[in-house]
């Protein structure tokens, strides 16, 4: 079975939907729709209308306007932020994508733990992908696993010899070990990590490789979809969730140079940074506990704090694997939320050393995000204390969240014409009401070393 059999028409859409976004009236139409709704919130914020139940609250009980007023004060801060970000993801563009001909050295490390036969499609997409031969190599390291992902492995090597080296380690060490193998190992002059239930599309590799043309590239962040969407309601609502991560959210960090985290389902490195800061990468530690986990966006600080830029790449696309159940969902997410508390942290550090555009835009950006969690705690206790005593304020929240949620598909909407919006406003409930909690719990455990799926 060709890796690619599970996702052909999948392929076929995010290409066509790369070709639509060039199609002038739809594109004009989705500017102007974004446009508008901005104006509208800022103009109900103006007058009040959007905050209402916050301002009778502070009316009523003189203790709520402690919550109140800086809430309406983020709230303003979020639009403006929210403004800015959409005129920086107009001005996007996609990064050339390298000439079969000219295309560097390129090393693919491909990690697995526990994969089973997932691995062996991984590595034939790469095997398989657009680039040229003589200038590939694959670097597959088995972590330890305890079933059978070795024997698949050893048959994916043998498929495609002199172009896969395989590492097996004899216990389980964690990712960062195993990349680390890979790291020392290679041999080309771009590095590219894939995660090993993921599978690439079949000019992955020259869109990866394209940006380090330009020196002051350092890190590359690929686009990451859902291979498994169609296994579940969790699944089709993350394939939006990531599209508006990806194609909206890295998509603007690009404009100016500082992506925060190029991703482990696929990221490109300059070989040459990368072995500059291998060591300290390695051996990284947080409140005197070794790291673990996160080692994507704790790369991506490293080569960012040597001065380089990151940036994305839509036209390289990765299908990676994703949760099934609630509990598994929790446990990334909170896998990821304790990575981002640590190199946040380290970011405020490394912030200061950007040009000045991209520190003035990452410490804003910083600033009105990281806000969100204090204000949204405290005006989540007011708003229960509001809807107790008035219950119809219920039914105004939950509509208020369908319309965020409807405007925030229209991003998605402009970036894939597809009825799977209809999940992301799924998604916006479901994370409103059943994880909202793993933020502040990561927060609280944020020196705990498990891997979580180990």
Same mark, same amino acid.
């Given at each position: ?17 790369? @070709? ?31 905050? @209402? ?30 403004? !800015?970000?959409?005129?920086?993801? !107009? ?8 000439? #079969? ?37 694959? #670097? ?30 004899? @216990? ?88 925060? *985290? *190029? ?5 490109? =490195? ?31 600080? =490293? ?26 969902? *929790? ?74 949620? *409807? #405007? ?17 406003? !799924? ?8 994880? !909202? ?18």
């Amino acid at each position: 079975m060709s890796p690619f059999d599970a996702i052909p028409r999948l392929g076929l859409q995010e290409r066509a939907a790369q @070709q639509h976004l060039h199609l002038k009236p739809w594109d004009s139409l989705f500017r102007a729709a974004i446009i508008a709704g901005l104006m509208a919130a800022v103009f109900l914020s103006i007058h009040g209308r959007l905050f @209402q139940p916050l301002l009778h609250a502070a009316q009523e009980h003189h203790w709520t306007r402690f919550i109140v007023h800086p809430s309406i004060l983020w709230m303003l801060m979020g639009f403006s932020m929210l403004f !800015f970000r959409t005129l920086l993801w !107009f001005r996007y563009r996609t990064p050339p994508v390298a000439g #079969f001909s000219d295309a560097p050295t390129l090393t693919v490390i491909i990690p697995a733990y526990n994969e089973g036969p997932m691995v062996s499609q991984s590595i034939d997409s790469v095997a398989v992908a657009h680039y040229p031969y003589g200038r590939l190599e694959i #670097f597959v390291v088995d972590d330890g696993s305890g079933d059978d992902t070795w024997e698949h492995i050893e048959a994916a090597a043998q498929r495609h010899p002199g172009l896969v080296t395989t590492l097996r380690f004899p @216990q389980n060490r964690g990712k960062r070990a195993a990349l680390e193998a890979g790291f020392r190992h290679a041999r080309g002059d771009i590095i590219v990590t894939i995660d090993s239930d993921s599978v690439i599309e079949r000019d992955t590799l020259l869109a990866m490789v394209g940006p380090f043309r330009n020196p002051k590239i350092g890190a590359v962040a690929g686009r990451v979809s859902v291979y498994n969407r169609g296994d579940g309601l969790i699944p089709r609502m993350l394939k939006v969730r990531y599209a508006l991560s990806f194609d909206y959210l890295r998509a603007v960090q690009s404009t100016y140079g500082t992506v925060y *985290c *190029c991703p482990g389902a696929l990221a490109g =490195y300059r070989a040459s940074v990368v072995r500059a800061v291998l060591d300290r990468w390695v051996n990284q530690k947080f409140m005197g506990v070794a790291c673990t986990y996160g080692e994507d966006r704790s790369m991506t600080n =490293y080569i960012l704090a040597q001065g380089y830029d990151t940036v994305y790449q839509r036209a390289a696309v990765v299908h990676t694997v994703v949760p099934l159940t609630y509990t598994r969902l *929790c446990k990334m997410f909170l896998r990821w939320d304790r990575s981002y508390v640590r190199e946040e942290i380290r970011f405020a550090r490394i912030v200061w050393t950007r040009p000045p555009a991209a520190r003035a835009i990452a410490v804003t950006d910083a600033i009105v995000t990281n806000l969100r969690y204090p204000v949204s705690w405290a005006a989540l206790v007011l708003l229960v204390a509001i809807i107790i005593w008035h219950p119809a304020t219920l039914v105004r929240f939950l509509c208020v969240i369908g319309i965020m949620a *409807c #405007f925030n598909m229209l991003y998605y909407l402009r970036s894939e014409r597809s009825w799977d919006f209809v999940y992301g406003i !799924f998604y916006s409930y479901y994370s409103a009401f059943a994880l !909202f909690w793993i933020f502040p719990y990561a927060v609280l455990t944020v020196r705990a070393k498990s891997w979580l799926t180990r």
